[in-house]
């Protein structure tokens, strides 16, 4: 069936340095991928998306890269400060006869140390 | 309103009790999603509601748990004769279909079975 596998499960960088996550779906019919971030108690908050028909997406610190045809997609931050800590998930949707499934992620706990 | 909303923020139930869990979506927005986020885990995908088609129960894990949305706004997600594993965050997520991609989650409620 339709998976996600997100690595790593935990990282912890020092503040400055940058934090890279990465995501493989199984699904090639896939064709968005947003990433979520979600604080300690708090929903998940949309940060990035990127879709298929694009390979890199960036937005000040925060960088999403895709390969379609290996089936990964990254989520990149640089000059990562403490209040990037949190917990960060991707997903992968199909958005096929007007539904949209979409498969998350098992997350990435990012520790800033300051 | 402006966002998702839930209700309510926490339960605490005792095993074998009944819960409903309710979900507010922003107006119009045609898609809804129920999932279950343990202490530390991902997000579990229950049950999805798309405009009138037939809802994706795929995910539902027992008989116990049901959902419903009555006119295509409010959702409630029921569990009948609760678990201790049931223990978990509830998170209701809506998107307006046709217009984008992106989900909007909702705080959750935090359910604790005794």
């Known amino acids: 069936g339709e998976n996600v596998e997100q690595h790593p499960s935990t990282l912890s960088v020092q503040e400055g340095d940058s934090a890279v996550i990465k995501c493989t779906y199984s699904d090639s019919a896939s064709n968005y991928f947003p990433w979520y971030k979600q604080e300690l108690g708090k929903r998940p908050q949309l940060i990035i998306d990127?879709?298929?028909?694009?390979g890199e997406k960036k937005d000040q610190r925060i960088a999403v890269t895709l390969n379609k045809t290996a089936k990964h997609f990254s989520l990149h931050i640089t000059e990562t400060q403490p209040e990037d800590s949190a917990v960060y998930f991707c997903a992968a949707s199909i958005r096929a006869s007007g539904t949209y499934k979409y498969i998350f992620g098992t997350g990435t706990r990012l520790k800033v140390l300051a | 309103g402006a966002g998702v909303s839930q209700s309510p923020s926490n339960k605490v139930t005792e095993k074998g009790k009944d819960v409903e869990l309710r979900c507010d979506p922003i107006?119009?927005?045609?898609?809804l999603y129920w999932y279950r986020q343990s202490l530390g885990q991902g997000l579990e995908f229950l049950i999805y509601?798309?405009?009138?088609?037939?809802?994706?129960k795929s995910g539902l894990p027992s008989d116990r748990f049901s959902a419903e949305r009555t006119g295509g706004s409010v959702s409630t997600l029921t569990i009948q004769r609760t678990q201790q594993e049931d223990s978990a965050v509830y998170l209701c997520a809506t998107l307006l279909a046709e217009a984008t991609d992106t989900q909007y989650f909702g705080p959750g409620t935090r359910l604790t079975v005794l």
């Open positions: 509601f798309q405009g009138n088609s037939a809802p994706d």
């Open positions: 990127i879709r298929s028909n694009v």
């Open positions: 107006s119009g927005h045609t898609a």
